[in-house]
């Protein structure tokens, strides 16, 4: 069971960096984006934490972890913002100070599920919206994507909050689960090859992709109970992928049609 733990920590989620690189180069970074919007990092942190502290416990985690996700559109937003104006480490700084400062407001007092779900589902739907519009051209990678350090980056966070939220109690380290590590490889590698606007339009694909992210922790919350552990996770990982296969036909049906690529919710 270590290996396992030990695989899922260091190959899954740099795996998704892997895909969503080759997606943007492919098909331009908005569809890039929505590929880096699956839970890949999150899934396997509180799936660690059902293995190692309990159904219990993972539920409970699975719940903040949903509120979290209002933390990972505010990393997102403050990126997008503050990286039309000045250079990447800057835009990273102020994404990770913004994902911390709205943890701390949800961090004393947990929530019940239907509130954090509907205060998420806000924040994905607004944050989209906001990010849509700063979207100016459709923009294609170009030169080297830097995969190797893309990779390298990813697995050395993860490994990182796993080992610090583990000794957290549930509602935070569900909090965190979250963290943008996805996320902040994805943007800020993508602005340091191909620009701000690339790095824009980015986050414009993968914050609607956050939908699917809430689906997965709402019913590995309500579903570790009376599923267990492996019933409730393939049950989130079905209901999760297929909202995903939803929300990437609708881009594609965007992307086919005249003007600006937008998100329709």
């Given at each position: ?15 998704l ?90 961090a ?33 990678s ?26 957290l ?36 694909g ?8 809430i689906?997965?922790?709402?019913v ?13 996770f ?32």
């Open positions: 069971m270590t290996l396992v733990v030990l695989a899922l920590k260091v190959v899954l989620a740099p795996s960096v892997a895909a969503a690189t080759r997606t943007a180069r492919a098909l331009g970074h908005r569809a890039g984006g929505l590929v880096g919007g699956l839970p890949v990092v999150a899934a396997p942190i509180v799936f660690i934490y059902a293995v190692e502290h309990g159904a219990s416990f993972a539920a409970r985690a699975a719940h903040g972890t949903v509120l979290g996700i209002v933390s990972l559109v505010g990393f997102s937003v403050a990126y997008a913002e503050v990286g039309r104006r000045t250079a990447w480490p800057v835009a990273l700084l102020a994404g990770w100070s913004a994902f911390l400062l709205v943890t701390l407001l949800f004393t007092r947990p929530l019940p599920l239907a509130l954090s779900c509907l205060i998420a589902a806000v924040a994905v739907a607004g944050a989209s919206r906001t990010l849509a519009r700063r979207v100016s051209q459709p923009s294609r170009r030169g080297s994507d830097l995969l190797r350090w893309r990779l390298l980056a990813t697995a050395a966070m993860v490994l990182a909050l796993t080992t610090a939220a583990g000794s109690n549930p509602w935070l380290s569900g909090l965190l689960a979250p963290f943008p590590i996805i996320t902040a490889v994805l943007a800020a590698f993508t602005q340091a090859q191909a620009g701000a606007d690339a790095s824009t339009e980015l986050l414009a993968l914050v609607p992709g956050l939908a699917s992210f689906l997965f922790f709402v590995v919350g309500v579903g570790l109970p009376a599923l267990g552990i492996a019933g409730a393939a049950l989130a990982t079905a209901a999760a992928l297929a909202s995903h296969a939803v929300l990437a036909a609708r881009v594609a049906r965007s992307a086919a049609g005249p003007g600006e690529l937008r998100w329709a919710p």
